[in-house]
């Protein structure tokens, strides 16, 4: 059974502090990894996906990914009130499908 | 607009009582998938499609049918749907292609009860 695993928080700091979200996955074999932010009560919205080892940068956003143990994380600098919400990730195991697998998300809160 | 459409938003039903939740998307794109969201089990993949024609399991596709006859429209068929099928369900859509292909754009959700 292929997993993927995220605290559940909630994760809370404070205004401007940088925000660590992190998530680990079951299989070695897994292709391309994926954040999610999803406000309360609305759909998920794709913030930035990785599929190579190292960092990968957009805005204040940068997601982290090691393969070799398994995790993929995500920054969130200068952290606003406005990035409170669910956090999920996604990993697509297989190359050549679209089949995902989604942790059960981490709530970020970020105080004022 | 470029978007993802579900309908309906809101059901009630009985257990037992056939539904169909219709899902269509505007942005050409090929591939399209369902998911359901359940407090503490997240979003779980139920059925995708590559293209017109082609679907596959997710994780949990029991209890549902999907079929894929229009690039555009993907509905989501409970033949004879349970309490257990009481969830939110998702829609989604992405171009299926290189990098961009990677974006899945989702629906606003259908909130199901049965009773």
């Known amino acids: 059974q292929k997993e993927v695993e995220q605290n559940s928080g909630p994760l809370s700091v404070p205004e401007g502090a940088i925000a660590s979200l992190n998530c680990t996955y079951s299989d070695r074999g897994s292709q391309s990894f994926f954040w999610y932010r999803q406000y309360s009560g609305k759909s998920p919205e794709l913030i930035m996906f990785i599929y190579s080892n190292g960092d990968k940068e957009d805005g204040r956003f940068t997601a982290q990914l090691n393969k070799a143990s398994q995790y993929v994380s995500l920054l969130i600098r200068d952290s606003q009130p406005s990035d409170s919400a669910t956090y999920l990730c996604a990993v697509r195991f297989t190359s050549g499908t679209y089949k995902y697998i989604f942790g059960t998300g981490t709530r970020l809160k970020v105080l004022a | 607009e470029a978007q993802v459409t579900q309908n309906p938003r809101y059901l009630i039903t009985v257990t037992g009582k056939k539904l169909t939740v219709t899902c269509s998307q505007n942005m050409n794109h090929e591939y399209m998938s369902w998911y359901r969201q359940d407090p503490g089990l997240g979003l779980r993949q139920i059925y995708y499609?590559?293209?017109?024609?082609?679907?596959d399991k997710g994780d949990v596709p029991e209890g549902y049918k999907v079929s894929r006859k229009e690039k555009r429209n993907f509905p989501l068929i409970l033949e004879s749907p349970s309490p257990n099928q009481t969830s939110l369900y998702f829609c989604?859509?992405?171009?299926?292609?290189?990098?961009?292909?990677?974006?899945?754009?989702f629906g606003p959700g259908t909130r199901l009860l049965v009773l």
């Open positions: 499609s590559m293209n017109v024609e082609v679907t």
């Open positions: 989604a859509s992405s171009p299926g292609q290189g990098a961009a292909g990677e974006t899945q754009y």
